[in-house]
């Protein structure tokens, strides 16, 4: 059946079953619309932007998606019975009520917002946004705040939280729709506070648009998702969106060592708290730190005093994960006792510098860094730490920003003994035309082998590591599939490895 904007197929967090009937009327309160024709006294059963969805008495909006307009779908949804439509442009359709906006995204997003009656203004929401970090950063939260006895809700990358209870992620962020649905269930369901992802698409798209965000924290930024922003400048400005955002009353937490952190505390009204690993004017600093295959010991300077933490994460990239962390508990008000609890328990977020030890003499990690700044934080951070070679498999994910591809492979190059190439998430892209772009970064082909089949590299990395060697694959990291010509099989990079040391003899304690 013909989808509405090309969104995912996937499930998304709305209910399914039968919905309060509400007046229109109550969900324009400011909406900015262009005309409103029809009848008004209308009440809707609930609200689509998915054709396939749409049931008798729905409100339908039409969204220009990445490959299809939600336009051409106007017809199908009056056919299955919607009574009122939303959309940017006229045409020759009929509903009982036809509402013309500027913006359907926005105004997806507003009457979104008062159909659940504004739900993050009954919730403590945390907003993470930066290039690097984010999912880590959330999962952190989440793990001092529940040790400190508080309901959290988690929605980011790999998957959404209500509590305990667990939801797919379909996206890092999702559409407004089902963001403020999946917010109004948290509500219900006693959930005080919030820590979520904030992609760069999802502030430009205006998802986000309407979320009363109590704190925002930036982590960094680098080359990513040019694809969609086209510049780093576009791409820079997407993020203060969310800074811009912010009320008198919120807190921005910024990375003082990253200088983008200046541009969105000019742009914002809100208090601002800086975090550092390098200088002492931020008000939270690391004094100092030593890391090691095991975690991080490190002490801080913060407004409460000097707090000390023995971290089972390790890296640099990671402490400064850690510090935007501890400047964002602190502002929710938790002590330095409350806060060590959940800090020091933390394992890490699934497939970000995850390790596997089957008692081999070498290291296995998985990481998600698929970007040339995230390779190096985690490939300088192994390499400080390996006493033999550090062997690195990734490859590139198709229909992403292309340019990207050679500087990986620099990156790669400057820090690897060992480099094997093969297929991401190639998607409609021919993984070996991929494999070029990232070779034409490489000087040194000598210490590359390209093994397209990624089942068959990741067998060769776990073979080619000896005593004292480290194996990094990246890209992928919490990924359970792999996306070939619009089709995602099945794949468990941990699970292929695993099984190869399971070969080669050993044993998970």
């Known amino acids: 059946m013909p989808v509405s904007v090309g969104e995912s197929k996937e499930k998304t967090s709305r209910s399914k079953g039968p919905l309060v009937s509400i007046p229109v009327s109550k969900l324009l309160k400011g909406l900015q619309a262009k005309s409103i024709s029809g009848d008004t006294d209308l009440a809707i059963r609930a609200i689509q932007y998915d054709s396939r969805q749409v049931q008798t008495g729905d409100l339908f909006v039409a969204i220009k998606g990445f490959q299809r307009d939600g336009h ?44 659940y009656d504004h739900p993050s ?14 999912t880590t950063i959330t999962y952190w939260l989440k793990s001092i705040l529940e040790a400190a006895g508080q309901k959290t809700g988690l929605i980011g990358t790999v998957r959404y939280y209500i509590g305990e209870k667990e939801i797919t992620a379909t996206r890092t962020t999702p559409e407004s729709l089902d963001l403020q649905a999946l917010l109004d269930q948290m509500v219900k369901q006693g959930v005080k506070t919030v820590v979520m992802e904030v992609s760069s698409h999802a502030l430009e798209l205006k998802r986000v648009h309407g979320i009363d965000f109590k704190v925002a924290v930036f982590t960094n930024l680098t080359r990513e998702h040019l694809d969609f922003h086209g510049t780093m400048e576009n791409y820079r400005q997407s993020k203060g969106i969310l800074f ?27 208090k601002r708290l800086f975090y550092s690993l390098k200088d002492n004017k931020a008000q939270i600093f690391a004094k100092d730190f030593k890391f090691s ?30 510090a935007a962390v501890l400047a964002t508990a602190q502002t929710s008000g938790l002590d330095y006792r409350q806060i060590r609890k959940g800090a020091e328990s933390f394992t890490g977020a699934p497939g970000r510098m995850q390790k596997i030890d089957w008692g081999q003499d070498f290291n296995i990690w998985i990481d998600y860094a698929h970007t040339p700044d995230g ?38 190059e400057q820090y690897a003994d060992l480099i094997i190439l093969s297929s991401d998430n190639p998607r409609s892209e021919d993984p070996a035309k991929i494999t070029e772009e990232i070779l034409s970064g490489i000087k040194d082909k000598n210490r590359v082998k390209v093994i ?35 089709v995602k099989y099945p794949f468990s990079e941990r699970e292929i490895m695993e099984e190869e040391l399971r070969r080669q003899g050993h044993s998970k304690e």
């Open 121 to 134: 203004s009954k919730l403590s929401v945390v907003g993470v946004t930066g290039t690097n970090g984010k």
């Open 375 to 412: 390779m190096e934080r985690v490939l300088s951070t192994i390499k400080s730490f390996t006493s033999g070679r550090l062997i690195v498999l990734f490859g590139c994910g198709g229909d992403r920003d292309k340019g990207k591809r050679p500087e990986m492979g620099k990156m790669a």
């Open 452 to 486: 397209l089949d990624r089942k068959e590299a990741l067998k060769l990395a776990v073979q080619s590591a000896n005593s004292k060697d480290s194996v990094l694959v990246t890209g992928k990291g919490h990924e359970d599939y792999q996306e070939i010509q619009g």
């Open 244 to 270: 811009r955002s912010l009320s008198p009353g919120s807190v921005a937490v910024l990375n003082w060592d990253d200088s983008n952190s200046r541009q969105y505390a000019n742009l914002t009204q809100a």
């Open 72 to 115: 051409d779908f106007v017809p199908q949804a009056l056919q299955k019975g919607a009574t009122v439509v939303v959309a940017e442009r006229d045409g020759d359709y009929h509903p009982q009520l036809k509402i013309l906006a500027e913006d359907s995204r926005l105004a997806l997003a507003q009457l979104a917002n008062n159909y």
């Open 293 to 322: 295959p095991k975690g991080t010991q490190a002490l801080f300077v913060t407004p409460q005093g000097e707090e000390s933490y023995q971290l089972k994460l390790t890296g640099e990239f990671n402490l400064s994960n850690f």
